[in-house]
């Protein structure tokens, strides 16, 4: 089993950072993909960024520019830098993790959510 743990999250004023990490522990032999996903109220979660075990990233366009993606490999740890946060950026934050176990089997992980409010 593979936990992950997100912090970072909070109350911030339009224009404002915030840094989320994300930490997986348990059987993990090795992280492929690593990202975050993001959920509005009454909207879909969708896709904020990702990043491959080659430190390959994609953002999408609505925060390229402003939020960078990161992670430390060594600590199965991932990070999401924020800048310039405007009010519609304000979700729930959601870490996501594609887990090769010691089994060498694969599977999908999710965070339980951080909040991130973004005050105007």
């Known amino acids: 089993q593979v936990q992950l743990v997100e912090s970072g999250g909070g109350l911030v004023q339009a224009g404002g950072s915030l840094r989320l990490s994300c930490a997986a522990s348990?059987?993990?032999?090795?992280?492929?993909?690593m990202g975050w996903y993001r959920q509005a109220p009454g909207k879909q979660r969708d896709l904020v960024a990702t990043i491959t075990s080659d430190d390959t990233t994609t953002t999408t366009p609505s925060v390229k520019g402003r939020f960078t993606i990161s992670r430390d490999s060594a600590q199965n740890t991932v990070y999401l830098q924020m800048n310039s946060l405007k009010p519609e950026d304000t979700a729930v934050y959601y870490c996501?993790?594609?887990?090769?176990?010691?089994?060498?089997?694969?599977?999908?992980?999710w965070g339980q959510g951080t909040q991130v409010t973004v005050s105007s």
């Open positions: 348990g059987s993990i032999f090795s992280i492929r993909t």
């Open positions: 996501y993790a594609e887990v090769i176990h010691t089994s060498r089997s694969l599977t999908d992980y």
